[in-house]
């Protein structure tokens, strides 16, 4: 019920506040020049590639498939210039998605005290908590990506004895337990990296933000669940942008086509933002409402024998 209730609350809070999708979207409009700008020439790189690879040709009625080497020095340095062109964009991006980040998570907190948001004053305390949230999303990324590893241990020993046995027991075995044991992590630890900047943001400190993993933990299966609900919701935002891709493939390159893209993409890269954000805030407060109402009710207490003491 957690999950359902805080998937619920997310959407109603994103319908009530859409104004606030204004500041994801001026992040992403700010992204897509310098994207495409930086990946214009990389654009077909890799079906370039597979056609070079893989040539074929005629002769008589038999087809002839002529393989290439598997990758040229040449391609090998325009690849790697790829890899690095990506790990920049990705940083920038990280750090300016940050802002909105931080930016749409104390504009509902803000508009559930009942106060005004401008957007631009949220924007400049966005800015101001840039590299903190920035650093938030590293620490617990990389908590969360040795958390991931460490079962794939149990995957890669059957997996590796089925490709050295050539056993197709062994290797539906692999299979199976990537199914049983890494997807519902993924699932829980995404509902888990949820929270962890909005529990920055309420607290304001990063090692507070560390607490989304004690809070996950209690409430498993409703992390779980909702961990779930986030990616299939993220990934039916991202459907339609996705399907314009193909234009890159059928041989479209260059910094129009890539422009063209990323514009079509920002509206729902925007959206997308705001689901994640304001649903790991709501799942944080829906996992900790019964903590808070139990420190109201204590409170009350305090302040009720105070009053009766004249104090």
Do not use: W
């Amino acid at each position: 019920m957690g999950a359902i209730n805080a998937f619920a609350k997310t959407i109603e809070t994103i319908t009530k506040h859409p104004k606030l999708l204004l500041i994801p979207l001026v992040i992403a409009l700010l992204l897509a020049p310098i994207s495409a700008y930086l990946l214009k020439d990389y654009t077909a790189l890799f079906t370039e590639e597979m056609q070079k690879n893989l040539e074929q040709k005629q002769e008589g009625n038999v087809i002839v498939e002529e393989y290439g080497s598997i990758i040229s020095k040449e391609d090998m340095e325009k690849f790697m210039d790829y890899i690095k062109i990506l790990s920049l964009l990705g940083v920038l991006s990280a750090l300016l998605n940050a802002i909105s980040q931080y930016a749409i998570i104390k504009g509902v907190l803000t508009a559930e005290k009942g106060e005004e948001y401008p957007i631009s004053q949220l924007f400049t305390e966005g800015f101001r908590n840039m590299i903190q949230v920035f650093l938030v999303n590293l620490i617990i990324g990389l908590i969360v990506l040795v958390i991931i590893m460490i079962p794939l241990i149990l995957v890669i020993i059957p997996l590796a004895a089925g490709a050295m046995t050539g056993s197709e027991g062994l290797l539906l075995a692999a299979i199976f337990l990537v199914i049983l044991i890494e997807l519902p992590l993924v699932f829980f630890l995404v509902g888990l990296g949820s929270m962890a900047v909005p529990i920055y943001v309420i607290k304001g400190s990063i090692s507070a933000a560390l607490e989304c993993f004690s809070v996950a933990f209690k409430n498993k299966l409703s992390t779980l669940a909702f961990g779930i609900l986030l990616l299939i919701s993220t990934a039916l935002i991202m459907v339609v942008p996705g399907s314009f891709m193909g234009l890159a493939t059928l041989g479209a390159s260059g910094f129009v086509t890539q422009l063209l893209l990323n514009l079509i993409e920002a509206p729902f890269q925007a959206l997308m933002q705001a689901v994640m954000s304001v649903g790991g805030l709501m799942l944080y407060l829906e996992l900790t409402k019964e903590e808070r109402n139990l420190e109201e009710e204590i409170l009350e207490e305090v302040q009720k024998e105070f009053n009766d003491f004249g104090v």
